[in-house]
């Protein structure tokens, strides 16, 4: 079995081809040739932590991925010196079932989330986007800026977090990566950071819309990959009402997606106005962007087949380069 610490997977993980992959698993999904059953959620009073149990079954035209992730939240882990997520991602071989590696699942998770984010920003922004907005300066805020700037040719972006400290060293960080813009601006408000936006990526926690619907200009595209939660919410209910919204799984979005179900509890709209999955778009089942006004919206909560095939690219590339370690097992 081969070991891929978070290191080698970021190695083994560039972006580009993380994007590639994630159409590839978003197609499979719609297509119905995957295999994905609703994430298990594994409550754990005792630490008011929640583990999460996502497997999956991919099948595409180039090959195939079988993987099982476990990533769990523990809130009280920063205070202990541990990261607030820990995950990791079995992979296993579709033809036999054996155990082929165990990758570092929170690197993993960051990546591959950031790709979805990317996936829809080359189906669905506008091609001349030059300015990208993130929301929430964590490690996924940090693959959704990098997703942004491999999708189209980012000019400038601004960072808007309630915690100026961690904005400064999310842009410090960011400015010295060669693939993203050096132009990286620290909002002082959600207004300032999104009236001049073409790309919203929104990555938080919050149970509140993190900007204002009047806010918005035109032909905006926006990735919300947090509200993963029903009580969850990032983005303005009148904004979501007004959007042409694609989504990763409507089965898992409406089980999950906070910013589409409470629009739809208060009656803003029904489940019709969900256009689709971004999969049926790859496979040219429905329309993309129809115009340069339009506000388009993505709603990823996450699915098991993005983390299956990026750990396939992962494990193939890792073999490539001859990085990880290599156990009996």
């Known amino acids: 079995m081969l070991i891929l610490t978070a290191d080698d997977v970021r190695k083994a993980l560039p972006m580009n081809e993380a994007i590639e992959a994630m159409k590839k698993a978003y197609a499979s999904l719609s297509s119905g040739t995957a295999v994905v059953p609703l994430r298990t959620r594994l409550p754990i009073p005792t630490g008011e932590a929640l583990s999460l149990f996502m497997p999956a079954f991919v099948n595409s035209q180039d090959e195939n991925a079988l993987a099982i992730k476990v990533v769990s939240l523990f809130p009280t882990n920063p205070g202990r010196g541990f990261a607030y997520i820990q995950a990791a991602v079995l992979v296993l071989d579709p033809e036999t079932g054996r155990a082929l590696a165990l990758l570092e699942g929170s690197s993993l998770t960051a990546i591959r989330t950031g790709a979805a984010s990317g996936a829809a920003i080359d189906l669905l922004a506008r091609t001349d986007s030059k300015v990208a907005v993130i929301f929430g300066a964590g ?10 700037c491999t999708a189209r040719k980012i000019e400038s972006a601004y960072i808007y977090d309630g915690n100026i400290g961690k904005a400064e060293s999310f842009a410090k960080e960011m400015r010295a990566n060669g693939s993203i813009t050096k132009d990286i601006r620290i909002a002082s408000s959600a207004k300032e950071a999104i009236e ?76 019709s106005h969900i256009y689709g999955e971004l999969g049926e778009l790859i496979l040219g089942k429905i329309s993309g962007r129809q115009s340069q006004e339009e506000i388009t919206y993505f709603k990823s909560v996450g699915i098991a087949v993005q983390d299956a095939m990026a750990a396939q690219v992962a494990l193939n590339n890792a073999r490539k380069m001859k990085i990880g370690t290599e156990v009996d097992f």
């Open 139 to 148: 490690a996924q805020g940090r693959t959704q800026l990098e997703a942004a």
């Open 196 to 271: 001049n936006a073409d790309i919203i990526c929104t990555a938080t926690t919050s149970t509140k819309p993190v900007f204002e619907d009047k806010d918005l200009k035109a032909g905006t595209h926006i990735s919300a990959v947090g509200s993963y939660m029903p009580e969850m919410q990032e983005v303005p209910a009148e904004t979501v009402q007004r959007a042409k919204i694609f989504v990763d799984s409507r089965s898992a979005s409406l089980e999950e997606a906070g910013d589409l179900i409470q629009p739809l509890r208060a009656g803003l709209f029904d489940e």
